[in-house]
């Protein structure tokens, strides 16, 4: 896919700006062997880039558990609980290599930037880590009711920025934002292992491999 002149960049958060996908996948496992099942990487895949009680759903289906809506509350609960534990110490120094070269690069080029996630706790984090100067819009969970693949969190970004979805590149790192990304239009950027993101248009290890001249390149 080439794309047309790049407006704005969107950026997923956890796993693309700071390495918070980790701590997800270990609140989320240490839920499952309380359950007294495992969940191994390649499942947690599935849970990346949706929210919360999605996750547990398919959490509770991975372990063949039921539980009713009260219950499952307690546990997304407390899931959250112990997420929030392992974020609390986050600071500027957990931003993932290449992040604030490529936003000044961004700004210098007057390509906006925004961030589309699915947490909750999107927020606290940005606020910890001490990027929010650098952002044209934040859409996080609080602000969406369709969860990635659905591109709503991309769509709302975009219109918040004043730019069409065509103008627009997606960096995500989880399968369910890349296909937001393109049921919404948008150019779509992996951050990841290929092995996952083979859907994407684009795919880099880390941020630290993107850079202006790179993106500019995808203009027709
Ligand atoms: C996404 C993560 O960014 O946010 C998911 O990829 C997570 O793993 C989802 O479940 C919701 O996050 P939170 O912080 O609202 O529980
Ligand atoms: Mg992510």
Redesign the pocket.
């Known amino acids: 896919m080439t794309m047309q002149k790049i407006k704005a960049c969107i950026f997923?958060?956890?796993?693309v700006i700071v390495d918070t996908?980790t701590f997800?996948y270990k609140a989320w496992k240490r839920l499952a062997n309380e359950m007294g099942f495992d969940l191994t990487p390649e499942q947690n895949e599935q849970?990346?880039?949706?929210?919360?009680m999605k996750?547990l759903d398919i959490l509770l289906d991975i372990g063949n558990i039921s539980k009713t809506d009260e219950e499952k509350q307690a546990l997304a609960d407390k899931k959250?609980n112990w997420?929030r534990e392992y974020i609390r110490e986050m600071k500027p120094d957990d931003i993932l290599p290449g992040t604030i070269r490529l936003f000044n690069e961004l700004k210098e080029a007057n390509i906006k930037i925004g961030v589309g996630?699915?947490?909750?706790?999107a927020k606290t984090i940005l606020h910890q880590i001490g990027i929010e100067n650098y952002l044209d819009s934040v859409i996080d969970?609080n602000k969406v009711s369709k969860a990635k693949p659905d591109p709503q969190v991309f769509l709302k970004g975009a219109q918040e920025m004043n730019e069409k979805p065509e103008h627009c590149v997606v960096f995500e790192d989880?399968q369910s934002g890349i296909e937001a990304a393109q049921n919404g239009g948008m150019y779509s950027i992996g951050v990841g292992s290929e092995k996952n993101l083979y859907k994407a248009d684009m795919i880099i290890a880390g941020l630290h491999e993107m850079n202006i001249s790179k993106l500019k390149h995808l203009e027709k």
Request: charged share 25%; proline share 0%.
């Open positions: 997923d958060l956890d796993g996908a997800h849970l990346k880039g949706i929210s919360r996750s959250n997420y996630s699915a947490s909750k706790n969970g989880a």
